[in-house]
Structure formats: structure tokens, C-alpha cells
């Protein structure tokens, strides 16, 4: 019976030794990539979710407790977008609400290597995450077109835990590393939701 060809890549990596994450060794990183993810807006605002996409920036900074396990913290933004959520409401008034949504937070990550030029990375963060909708209009959508309510909706934002398992996969030539590591972030608090992150990072290591 034939393995496929993940899992016989995944026993290589880890049967092969430690190599970047060298006990006590500096790594400064950063990424960028694309979002997936689930919005949901304020209970005031009917608490609609929508589902789209978001360009992600991410710096992080890691410190290598053992030759396998990795300590770090991250930030990360995401840059303006327009979303429409429907099923949205302001107190007696219904319909598609348009705004401009912006996402940042920090992360406490540990994550565990194995590998030699090719290495594998699982790993767990959590932190927090903030979501700001500004530019908010409702719109009336049950005739024909839709029309705008006129409402003078103030800026608002959202606050949420977050829990973000990732696994990855990266290459490494001395002090530099590129590597692909995709994290399910699940939202937990009034900002509740997911998304799911996919950043290519370049990395650089110093060795104390």
C-alpha cells in the first residue's frame, strides 16, 4: 500500500535534526499574506456576519527555548476593506449595511520545529484582536434599488480573544528562512468569528 506523499514528507522532516530553531537563537520575522474570514458586526448593529477576504501584515520576534521548541510574539494588521453585511439593523430600521473595516492585534505563540533545510512547524498562539467599522450606512434594499436611510452611524469596534493553532512549512539556508505558515484564528468575545490566516515570511536568525 503507497503512503501519500505528505505523510512520507512529514516522517523525513521528522527524522531529521534541529537546524534554525538553535537553543538561544534570535529570529526576527515578518509576512504577508491573505485572510479568509468571518465578520460579524456589533449586537447593535444586528450582529450580521459576512464572509470575505483581507490582506494580512504580520512582524514577529522569536527566541528558541530548546533546538525544537520556539517562543514568540506577533502583531499583526490588516489593512482597510469595504464589506456588505445583510441582515443588519439600527434600532427600527433593516436592510444591507456597507462599511470600512480594519483588524489588528498581538499574539503570545509557541511553536515546535523539526527539520533540517526543510522544516516543519506546528504551533499555538493567543492573544487579542480588534475590528473598527467606520464609513457605516444602512440601506433599505426591499424595493428595486436600494436607498440609503440617511442614518448618522458613529464608528465602532469589536473586541475578541483569540486562539490560533498553525502548522507550516519552511526552508532555511543559514540565517535566512522563507516559510509558508497558514493559523486558524477562532474569535472568541463580542468580535466572535474566525479567519483563516495564510502569510509567506521571510525570516533572519541570530545565533547567541
Same mark, same amino acid.
Given at each position: 500500500? %503507497?503512503?501519500?506523499?505528505?505523510?512520507?514528507?512529514?516522517?523525513? &522532516?521528522?527524522?531529521?535534526?534541529?537546524?534554525?530553531?538553535?537553543? =538561544?537563537? &534570535?529570529?526576527?520575522?515578518?509576512?504577508?499574506?491573505?485572510?479568509?474570514?468571518?465578520?460579524?458586526?456589533?449586537?447593535?448593529?444586528?450582529?450580521?456576519?459576512?464572509?470575505?477576504?483581507?490582506?494580512?501584515?504580520?512582524?514577529?520576534?522569536?527566541?528558541?527555548?530548546?533546538?525544537?521548541? !520556539? +517562543? #514568540?510574539?506577533?502583531?499583526?494588521?490588516?489593512?482597510?476593506?469595504?464589506?456588505?453585511?445583510? #441582515?443588519?439593523?439600527?434600532?427600527?430600521?433593516?436592510?444591507?449595511?456597507?462599511?470600512?473595516?480594519?483588524?489588528? /492585534?498581538?499574539?503570545?505563540?509557541? %511553536?515546535?520545529?523539526? /527539520? &533540517?533545510?526543510?522544516?516543519?512547524?506546528?504551533?499555538?498562539?493567543? /492573544?487579542?484582536?480588534?475590528?473598527?467599522?467606520?464609513?457605516?450606512? &444602512?440601506?433599505?434594499?426591499? /424595493?428595486?434599488?436600494?436607498?440609503?436611510? #440617511? +442614518?448618522?452611524?458613529?464608528?465602532?469596534?469589536?473586541?475578541?480573544?483569540?486562539?490560533?493553532?498553525?502548522? #507550516?512549512?519552511?526552508?532555511?539556508?543559514?540565517?535566512?528562512?522563507? =516559510?509558508? !505558515?497558514?493559523?486558524?484564528?477562532?474569535?472568541v468575545g463580542p468580535g466572535v468569528g474566525w479567519a483563516v490566516t495564510i502569510p509567506?515570511?521571510?525570516?533572519?536568525?541570530?545565533? +547567541?
Open positions: 500500500m %503507497r503512503f501519500p506523499l505528505f505523510i512520507v514528507v512529514a516522517a523525513l &522532516l521528522f527524522i531529521g535534526g534541529a537546524a534554525n530553531a538553535d537553543r =538561544g537563537a &534570535l529570529t526576527a520575522e515578518a509576512s504577508a499574506g491573505i485572510a479568509i474570514e468571518s465578520v460579524r458586526l456589533p449586537t447593535s448593529l444586528g450582529s450580521a456576519a459576512q464572509v470575505g477576504t483581507s490582506v494580512s501584515v504580520n512582524l514577529a520576534g522569536w527566541y528558541a527555548l530548546t533546538d525544537s521548541v !520556539e +517562543l #514568540g510574539v506577533r502583531t499583526f494588521w490588516e489593512p482597510e476593506s469595504n464589506w456588505v453585511h445583510e #441582515g443588519a439593523s439600527s434600532g427600527q430600521f433593516n436592510g444591507s449595511l456597507t462599511s470600512t473595516s480594519t483588524r489588528f /492585534g498581538a499574539l503570545a505563540s509557541a %511553536r515546535f520545529v523539526r /527539520g &533540517l533545510a526543510w522544516q516543519f512547524t506546528a504551533g499555538v498562539s493567543t /492573544g487579542f484582536s480588534e475590528r473598527l467599522f467606520t464609513h457605516l450606512n &444602512l440601506y433599505d434594499v426591499s /424595493g428595486a434599488s436600494p436607498r440609503s436611510y #440617511g +442614518l448618522q452611524l458613529a464608528d465602532t469596534a469589536t473586541m475578541s480573544l483569540v486562539v490560533a493553532p498553525s502548522v #507550516g512549512l519552511r526552508w532555511t539556508a543559514d540565517h535566512f528562512s522563507i =516559510g509558508l !505558515e497558514p493559523r486558524l484564528e477562532v474569535l509567506l515570511s521571510l525570516s533572519w536568525s541570530w545565533y +547567541l
